[in-house]
């Protein structure tokens, strides 16, 4: 790092261990309310839904490792991994709040559409990010994929 100051080279390792942090615990509570979410849907069958989410961990972290330039079956598994964690993550929430209807509790749903989307796709770019690997957005890969 030619021309950066210590004080530079500080503040972009407190960067990298803060993004490793917060990632790790936002993938930590994407995980537990995706499993959350899978037993909801089949209670008998949690395990499942445990490994599944470890599967799916490492294939999102493959995903954005390999981008667009990623073979189509990587990609294909990648998205929806991501789908599955997003819609877990969401029933995991709603239903750990008591489920209901809907239209009883909009801004609810609405909470808890936002709060799974962002931890199923912000975790692991920041875990990467923070270990000094360089993470391809989940729409990165879509948009740029095949060219």
């Known amino acids: 790092?030619?021309?950066?100051?210590?004080?530079?080279?500080?503040?972009k390792k407190w960067m990298r261990l803060v993004s490793l942090t917060t990632g790790l615990l936002m993938e930590a509570a994407s995980f537990v309310?995706?499993?959350?979410?899978?037993?909801?849907?089949?209670?008998?069958?949690?395990?499942?839904?445990?490994?599944?989410?470890?599967?799916?961990?490492?294939?999102?972290?493959n995903f954005l490792d390999e981008g667009s330039g990623g073979s189509l079956g990587v990609v294909a598994f990648g998205v929806f991994a991501y789908a599955y964690g997003i819609f877990t993550n969401i029933l995991g929430f709603w239903m750990g709040g008591g489920g209901g209807?809907?239209?009883?509790?909009?801004?609810?749903?609405?909470?808890?559409?936002?709060?799974?989307?962002?931890?199923?796709?912000?975790?692991?770019?920041?875990?990467?990010?923070?270990?000094?690997?360089?993470?391809?957005?989940?729409?990165d890969v879509l948009v740029n994929f095949g060219k």
């Open 1 to 11: 790092m030619a021309g950066s100051t210590e004080a530079d080279i500080n503040a």
């Open 33 to 61: 309310t995706s499993v959350s979410g899978f037993g909801f849907i089949q209670p008998d069958y949690v395990a499942i839904g445990f490994l599944m989410g470890i599967v799916f961990i490492f294939a999102e972290f």
């Open 101 to 139: 209807l809907v239209q009883a509790n909009p801004l609810r749903f609405i909470l808890c559409l936002v709060i799974g989307f962002v931890l199923e796709v912000f975790a692991e770019p920041a875990i990467m990010k923070g270990l000094g690997m360089t993470p391809t957005s989940l729409l």
